[in-house]
């Protein structure tokens, strides 16, 4: 074995502090660009931040695919659920017509909206498809609001970074970054394939986000909070327990 | 006991001197960095193998074109059980679900492959490892002398001495076709599965969504054939000798 020299020596400690400095910078400019994810801690943490954050350098404005009427699957698939309760079926026999989407958080403006309401906003429709981290996917047309559309009408503070949406399923909650709340694609939709969206897809309400997986498309949704910390919500990982909580990744744009 | 070691002569230490043997050669094989992210490489693979493999039996079908469920007809079927209720497998159970730390391990092994292919690729062109050890010379190249090299691996011969030094033709053209063609695609088709990722690069060259899965799929199959008969050369070749020059860089000549 080679003895070290001086030189060595100082170089190696240069270049060590160096990388040292360098990745306390690259630290903190991601945290202030918003590219660390929730789950960034744990084993996995260095994988899922690098994941993140390139999506969001590279991706952040990008459009999902949109397909066209041709190419809407014959046989959707709608991925089973836990069985409805009660109070959802009550909602149901009303033809949902008391079903609200409350609206709080970080906001001037607090709001609950009925699905009446939502339909009267203006409209997106788009033919995407939606892939489930098992692989298989479907392409349908769906029709809704677009998120960023509530999130003006609220008067979301300039400080909120995330919306979580909670739904009538208490363990299906889950929540996006701004980036993806304000994307003109993400929607909180009502229609699929020119009717209403059927129970089995999330109906009366969806949140609808085409460029995550389909667990981040979580049904029957019934608030959204405007935040700046996921901290409070659950254990803190962003998801419940069909998500981050059940040891899924926040982040589902892969 | 006095050993040649590339030009120099140095005392060896190792207690081999009862036996009757001649005067050894050592000589160096492979550079520290092929050796690196050679070992880099093992380890990624057989996370993401085992990971692959685990993400697959929640959806063990395959299909064409951009859109696949348990609705349509598939490809094919991999006969074994899966890890979700709501895929037919004419199995009467259901195996539990790892997916959640299975596609983290999965990404974050894809992060570590990715570098050190890229590292790999930078040094193979610029340090000219491409063009001293993987770039078959010319007169290797006509059909006889690629005959009598695929004869010679039909017949299970052991190699030369000569070939502990350097790679045969057959070996040269596997690896490019490794390094150069599955490497990158079945991170394309992988990558291709991102539905934030085909924001930026439509999956449709490949054919569509499921038919970058299915490819995905086939290449995983052919570097897992590569992986055995790549361990039955190195175990034909003589295992330890082979194993030493891809740890310490180092190879015996008798």
Known sequence: MNKLSRRQIITTGLAATAAVSGLAVAGKLATRYGL????????????????????????????????????????????????????????????????????DGMITRPASFSVSELKSFPARTQITMIGCEEGWTYIAEWTGVPLSHILELVGTLPQARYVVYRSIQTEGWDSIDMAEALHPQTLVSYGMNGAELPVPFGGPLRMRVPRQLGYKNVKYITRLTMTDNLKPFGKGLGSGELGAEDGYAWYAGI | ???????????????????????????????????????????????????????????????????????????????????????????????????????????????????????????????????????????????????????????????????????????????????????????????????????????????????????HFFVTGFLVVFLLIHVLMIVLAGFRNRMRAMISGRVTEP
């Open chain 2, 1 to 215: 006991m006095r050993l040649e070691f590339d030009g120099y002569s140095v005392h060896s230490a190792c207690a081999i001197g009862t036996l009757p043997r001649m005067t050894e050669t050592i000589r160096p094989r492979h550079s520290f960095l092929v050796r690196v992210t050679h070992w880099l490489t093992v380890l990624s693979f057989l996370a993401l193998l085992v990971t692959g493999v685990e993400i697959t039996i929640s959806h063990p079908r395959f299909y064409w074109g951009e859109t696949g469920n348990v609705n349509m007809r598939p490809l094919f079927t991999i006969p074994i059980p899966s890890s979700r209720s709501s895929v037919p497998t004419g199995y009467g159970y259901v195996l539990p679900d790892q997916n959640g730390w299975s596609r983290y391990l999965h990404f974050q092994s894809a992060w570590i492959v990715a570098g050190t292919g890229l590292l790999y690729v930078a040094f193979g062109f610029f340090g000219g490892h491409f063009r001293r050890n993987l770039l078959p010379a010319r007169s290797d190249l006509s059909p006889t002398r690629l005959g009598i090299s695929i004869a010679q691996h039909l017949r299970f011969e052991r190699p030369s001495a000569e070939e502990a030094r350097s790679y045969n033709v057959l070996q040269r053209l596997t690896y490019l076709v490794v390094i150069f063609l599955c490497f990158p695609l079945i991170i394309w088709t992988g990558l291709a599965m991102s539905p934030a990722f085909e924001s930026l690069v439509p999956a449709t060259v490949l054919g569509g969504h499921q038919s970058a899965r299915t490819i």
């Open chain 1, 36 to 103: 660390i994810p929730p789950d960034s801690g744990g084993i996995y943490g260095a994988g899922e931040t690098l994941t993140y954050a390139a999506q969001r350098v590279l991706t952040r404005h990008a459009l999902a695919r949109e397909f066209s009427q041709s190419q809407i699957s014959k046989d959707p698939f709608a991925n089973p659920v836990d069985p409805l309760g009660e109070e959802f079926q009550r909602y149901q026999s009303r033809g949902f017509v008391d079903w609200r989407l409350v609206v």
